[in-house]
């Protein structure tokens, strides 16, 4: 038998002998308290012994014995001998029980009918059973406010906005706890910090300080003077547990978007002196100020030196803004005109920031400084970060210990950036300068001199190259980082469960990349939710772990990037969207026969395609699987889906790892260049124009067996095509998985470009992804081959 | 090393406590009712927490948290209070008299250690 | 011992609880210049962070403590700024 159990039959020997002597002498003389304060102990006992262990029967029925003789110890009811009675029947009853356990380790069988007479008996002079245990449970006198109350002004509003902006896109809510401990809550061993430190899922957590301190000659350091205000998003259950033994010092609000932002637009600023008086820890805050003034300062300079206009006083404009947030004090400057951002500066620099003693104004406030140690950054999407930082510091990193680490302003890193770009451009022209020397001067040795030191400057300026992207390289953690919140928060609104993981989360990229990336991860992971994992119970009648396995995943793969978004749910019926596609008019009716199921999969990045037959409220918000292609395809990436019916999807973007620099080849039509991204070219054939054929109304050409439709690139741009010639030069690419030739003129090399976007009369040309400059000083085209295969099967 | 003070009148309920703090690796001092409590704080005994039950003989758990209140060195020192779903009012009785929280019985290891872990910061 | 007191440098280690919070507040009253070294501090007593919040003693080593940096460091060194 175990220890325990032997320890309380023995135990239970002793009580019952007490209450069985006590209860006889108390019907003797039932005015005694101590006789009833012994009984009572008894019971009690017993009740609190019992729960050590399996026997509900024998908890309850000493529950009701207890209830009973707590009443009569309190007066509140006489002790008759119906009573007594009845207690001593609970007590036999008990000592029957008792010896079955000590043979069988459990109670007999009839337990629970013997003692269903008892308890009812034994609570009748009490009225009847007990209302529900769970009240007596519940919130135990934790105040829970509906709206937005006065103390929610102890946190900033910036962080309030994006707060509510959050919680807006998530339709969830958020739990806001006002702690004021009691003055000598020390005395009873609280310790608040140390109960705040405990709080599940803290965003945030504002220390209040005192309006006034007592002076140091009078203050008591025993007397509680500060407060908490908490932001988390743990449970209202979590928080009242947590806070379960000070209920009377703790406010607990649930609020959502709605409720933050009429508290954000409808309550009057705090008051100067207020401020003062509460720290919302912001490691920054400091920093971030003197970076401010230096804005401004630059920002009144430049104004002194002479007018400013147009797209520049909005860029300035925007800066002012940026500083005046982080100096606590936001102005909007959204189209203002000079006159008026000046005086803005003006009033910043004057009042709201008055300089520390012996701080130097303007340039000299911003060198690079030696970063501090590994602040916990917070996982702050770049994006706002760049925005909301004037100085920009999205490139932020954790320092390691031991190393130095320069916090380095994001546009001086572009600035290099571009310097790289031009030093690839400038390099280029040397070999046109090599075919120059040949061509033009004969002087072929000339020409290979000058391709040697070609090869020279290409080592160092890719080397370079690549020293800056490093430079701008961030772990995809920093995108995956906001998605443990979306996933928790999206999941429990649908009542499903989720178990999200990541792999690979120190795959990096470039900034800009993991910037775009964010949003196609959202609206993935969210369609996944949405539409892809099914509740617990259709899991369960599937036969499949309850919980939904979600995995955003990242590998790195040569220049580019992999990420996969892939669940465990019900998958993509590739039937189902034929159907769809179909009947929306997509597809043909032939199409829809000879569609195999993954390129049926594909369908649904088609735009005005969606499957689900309601559209949800979540994924739903206009934005499909064609948004998510597009904008992937616009960083020069492309989407894939594959899907097992019942087992999940995944999708995978590939993106290059750097938007910087793209790889082109130069070929020629008509006499003019144009580029064409590297990535999409397979092979350069040149083809006897005798071998070209002819199948169904298209030029086809066959290579190593496989018959490749051929289109005449000058004809698709409408230009002049000379279709003279013996040979055909083509340049085969794939395209969405689907391989055509080109016919171009002439082949040139491969350039390293910055590709910059259309502007001007260029930007309705859909065919074309940008502009680059070239070497020799001409401005290339770069097709965009969606696009243009696209109006190839248009025409055709 | 962290040393727990059980004051409880019951054989198997102090067994049952003391083994879950042992094998948490606390030492375990042990009174059998609130003035063997008072005696052992007297003698210098001098527990980082002190558990205690509501109902005992001789001396009950708030008089005793009263009382410990007033011992050297036991201003501070987190008090609990073993209580049942029904002694509601006890707890803020025992509050007032200096008490820190309080367990409801049948206290399990998980709601042990999880309490001691929040009223004593041993981070 | 969570308190290592000298004339007018302190440093406190590990679990600061109330305690301490007399013996602290004692030595901040008397030294001259204080200055406190928080870095193998894991936690401060409420009792004991708010009398470094009132007495504004120099902090000469930032905690290690991840709860301790984030959330009261900057208290701590902004109270410190704000001195004239």
């Not at chain 1, 409408?718 to 969405?736: F, K, W």
Request: negative net charge; charged residues 25%; contains cysteine.
């Amino acid at each position: 038998m175990n220890p325990l159990l032997a320890q309380f039959l023995a135990e239970a020997n002793d009580l019952l002998a007490s209450v069985d002597a006590g209860l006889l002498q108390l019907e003797r003389d039932p005015g005694d308290p101590e006789l009833v304060n012994q009984v009572f102990r008894a019971a009690h006992t017993f009740k609190g012994s019992s729960g050590l262990f399996d026997f509900p029967e024998l908890t309850r029925l000493t529950h009701a014995a207890e209830d009973l003789l707590e009443a009569v110890r309190g007066g509140r009811l006489p002790l008759d001998s119906a009573m007594a009675d009845d207690l001593l029947a609970t007590f036999d009853l008990i000592r029957g029980w008792l010896a079955h356990v000590t043979t069988h380790e459990r109670l007999p069988s009839g337990a629970g009918t013997d003692a269903a007479g008892l308890i009812t008996r034994l609570r009748a002079p009490l009225g009847g059973e007990p209302r529900a245990a769970v009240q007596a449970s519940s919130t135990g006198g934790i105040t829970t406010i509906g709206g937005a109350p006065d103390w929610l002004a102890w946190f900033d509003a910036e962080w309030l906005t994006a707060t509510a902006s959050w919680l807006d896109i998530t339709s969830s809510t958020m739990r806001f706890v006002r702690y004021v401990p009691e003055a000598d809550c020390f005395f009873r061993a609280e310790d608040p910090i140390h109960l705040v430190r405990q709080v599940p899922a803290l965003d945030r957590l504002g220390i209040v300080q005192p309006a006034t301190w007592p002076e140091p000659g009078e203050y008591d350091e025993y007397v509680c003077l500060l407060s908490f205000v908490i932001a988390t998003r743990a449970a209202i259950g979590e928080l009242e547990h947590l806070f379960r033994y000070v209920p009377e010092q703790v406010q607990i609000v649930e609020l959502d978007a709605g409720a933050i932002t009429r508290h954000v637009s409808g309550e009057p600023p705090l008051k100067a002196e207020e401020r003062v008086t509460v720290v919302v820890a912001e490691v920054r805050d400091s920093e971030q100020a003197a970076d401010a003034r230096a804005v401004l300062h630059a920002a009144r300079r430049t104004f002194e030196l002479h007018p400013v206009e147009g797209a520049h006083l909005r860029s300035v404009a925007r800066a002012v803004s940026a500083a005046a947030r982080a100096l606590g004090v936001p102005k909007d400057l959204t189209d203002a005109d000079q006159p008026r951002v000046r005086e803005a500066v003006d009033f910043l620099l004057a009042e709201a920031t008055p300089a520390p003693l012996g701080a130097a104004p303007a340039a000299t406030a911003v060198p690079i400084t030696p970063a501090e140690p590994a602040e916990p950054a917070e996982p702050a999407e770049p994006a706002e970060a760049a925005e909301a930082e004037p100085s920009g510091r999205a490139d932020e990193h954790g320092g390691q210990v031991g190393t130095r680490v320069l916090k380095v302003d994001q546009e001086k890193v572009d600035r290099l950036m571009e310097l790289v770009g031009e030093l690839n451009v400038a390099k280029n022209g040397l070999t046109f300068l090599a075919d120059a020397a040949e061509e033009e001067f004969g002087s072929r040795v000339l020409s290979r001199r000058i391709k040697d030191q070609y090869a020279g400057l290409h080592r160092i300026a890719e080397e370079l190259q690549s020293g800056v992207m490093d430079i701008r390289m961030l772990p995809i953690s920093v995108a995956f980082g906001r998605f443990p919140r979306l996933v928790r928060d999206l999941s429990r609104r649908l009542g499903k469960t989720v178990e999200l993981h990541t792999e690979g989360d120190d795959t990096m990229a470039d900034k800009d990349v993991i910037e775009a990336l964010v949003d196609p991860l959202v609206h993935l992971v969210r369609n996944s939710l949405d539409h892809g994992i099914e509740t617990a119970e259709q899991r369960q009648a599937a036969g499949k772990n309850p919980a939904a396995r979600l995995t955003l995943a990242a590998v790195a793969d040569g220049d580019a990037v992999l990420v996969e978004v892939s669940d465990d749910g019900r998958g993509v019926d590739p039937e189902r969207v034929r159907r769809t596609a179909y009947e929306k008019g997509l597809i043909s009716e032939d199409q829809r026969e000879s569609l195999s199921d993954s390129e049926a999969i594909d369908l649904v990045f088609r735009p005005g395609f969606s499957t689900a037959e309601e559209i949800s409220d979540l994924s739903g918000r206009g934005v499909g699987m064609d948004a998510v292609r597009a904008s992937v395809e616009k960083l020069g990436g492309t989407v894939t889906m594959r899907s097992k019916l019942g087992q999940g999807a995944s999708t995978r973007l590939r993106l290059p790892l750097s938007m910087a620099v793209t790889q082109v080849m130069v070929v020629s039509v008509a006499g003019q260049r144009f580029g064409i991204p590297v990535d999409l070219v397979v092979e350069t054939v040149r083809v006897p124009a005798a071998e070209m054929g002819r199948v169904l109304h298209q030029d086809v050409v066959v290579l190593r067996g496989d018959v490749v439709p051929v289109l005449d690139l000058a004809r698709l741009l409408e230009m002049p095509s000379r279709d003279e010639g013996a040979d055909r030069a083509i340049l085969v690419v794939t395209v969405n998985g689907q391989r055509a030739g080109l016919i171009v003129e002439q082949f040139h090399r491969e350039v390293d470009v910055i590709l910059k976007p259309m502007e001007g009369l260029l930007a309705y040309a859909d065919e074309f992804s940008g502009t680059a400059l070239l070497g020799d000083g001409l401005v290339l085209l770069v097709l965009n081959m969606k696009e243009v295969l696209g109006l190839a099967a248009r025409t055709a | 090393m962290t040393t727990v003070m059980l004051v409880e009148d019951s054989a198997t309920m102090l067994m049952s406590l003391q083994s879950i703090l042992t094998k948490a690796g606390y030492d375990v001092e042990t009174a059998g009712h609130g003035q063997e409590a008072l005696d052992k704080l007297g003698k210098g005994v001098k527990p980082n927490l002190i558990i205690s039950d509501v109902n005992m003989p001789q001396m009950d758990g708030i008089t005793f948290t009263r009382e410990a209140r007033k011992a050297p060195g036991m201003r501070f020192t987190p008090i609990l209070m073993l209580t049942t779903e029904s002694d509601q009012a006890k707890r803020t009785e025992a509050k007032n008299a200096g008490a820190t929280g309080w367990l409801v019985k049948p206290v399990g290891p998980d709601q042990l250690l999880g309490v001691i872990k929040q009223v004593l910061p041993e981070i | 011992m969570p308190l290592e007191l000298h004339d007018d440098t302190a440093t406190l280690v590990g679990v600061v609880t109330v305690d301490e919070v007399e013996q602290l507040v004692g030595w901040l009253r008397a030294a001259r210049k204080p200055k406190v070294s928080l870095r193998r501090c894991n936690h401060l007593h409420t009792g004991a962070l708010q009398a470094l919040l009132l007495f504004k003693p120099k902090i000469s080593a930032a905690p290690n403590n991840a709860f301790l940096a984030a959330q009261v460091l900057p208290l701590l060194d902004s109270s410190q700024r704000n001195r004239r």
